[in-house]
């Protein structure tokens, strides 16, 4: 017969305490010390009674612990100083208001064939692909999105010129 669970937490929370210390360090070891006896105490009347005990509560710490470590490497990292003003990287100038306005008034085809081919530098065949349709398809959005653009933005755009 398998001893309490309480039993189980005292004889071998030092020991997964020590496996939790050794991975991640003492500040988020008692997390994963619960974290570990949590999913202990759930799987535990589902465990045989000839487990070895230490070694399936060992596992899951060990498990426990490489989850702490990837909850870390998404978490943002704290910066001694932050940058005076934010990126204007992707946010049109004042100059090109007008344009990315006019831009933003194309049919989602013909905008999104303008993004990529003038922007991103994809060949008709990748806009094909993303906009699901043939190359011809995606050179004539591209085409038609341009004289658009050129009849509602006149003299800002000069033939082969990148919006």
């Known amino acids: 017969m398998k001893p309490p669970f309480e039993s189980v937490v005292q004889t071998h929370g030092t020991t997964v ?3 939790c210390r ?3 360090g003492v500040h988020d070891a008692d997390d994963a010390w619960s974290e570990t006896f949590l999913a202990a ?3 535990y009347p589902d465990l045989p009674e000839t487990a070895n005990v230490e070694a399936w509560l ?3 710490a060990r498990r426990k612990s490489i989850d702490v470590h990837r909850a870390a490497a998404r978490n943002p990292l704290p910066v001694e100083e932050l940058p005076e003003a934010p990126t204007t990287l992707g946010i ?3 100059r090109d208001q007008d ?3 006019c831009v933003g008034t194309l049919p989602d ?5 303008i993004t990529y081919r003038y922007l991103a530098g994809m060949s008709y065949a990748e806009i094909a692909a993303i906009l699901g349709g043939t190359v011809e398809a995606a050179r004539r959005a591209s085409a038609d999105g341009m004289k658009s653009l050129r009849k509602s933005y006149p003299g800002a755009l000069e033939k082969g010129a990148r919006p």
């Open 109 to 113: 085809k013909q905008r999104q064939a």
């Open 92 to 94: 049109p100038g004042a």
């Open 99 to 101: 344009l990315w306005a």
């Open 17 to 19: 305490l020590r496996v």
């Open 58 to 60: 060992v596992t899951i």
């Open 22 to 24: 050794s991975l991640l």
């Open 41 to 43: 105490l759930r799987a």
